[in-house]
């Protein structure tokens, strides 16, 4: 089965996807509550999701995966937990 590789991120204007410590923070001053840009949309159509669970886990709301898969690829070591 041949699979599209799907990049969906938030850039700042000035062009970066996070700071230099992977923080994300800037996507709080633009958000709107209940508003998802159509983040819920695009989880419906995939089933594989990105690298980016840490920071996943600590927004607000929760993100759920209607496909029930999530593959998690590491290039560094974590000490985070997805199940926690």
Not at 8 to 20: R, T
Not at 57 to 68: A, V
Request: with cysteine; proline share 4%.
């Amino acid at each position: 089965m041949s699979r599209k590789l799907i990049l969906y991120i938030a850039q700042s204007l000035d062009g970066y996807i996070a700071k230099k410590d992977g923080n994300l923070d800037f996507l709080s001053m633009v958000e709107v509550p209940n508003e998802d840009c159509g983040y819920a949309d695009h989880l419906q159509n995939i089933d594989t999701k990105d690298n980016n669970i840490e920071q996943q886990l600590t927004f607000r709301r929760s993100i759920s995966y209607p496909t029930g898969l999530v593959q998690l690829w590491y290039d560094r070591k974590t000490d985070k937990n997805p199940n926690d």
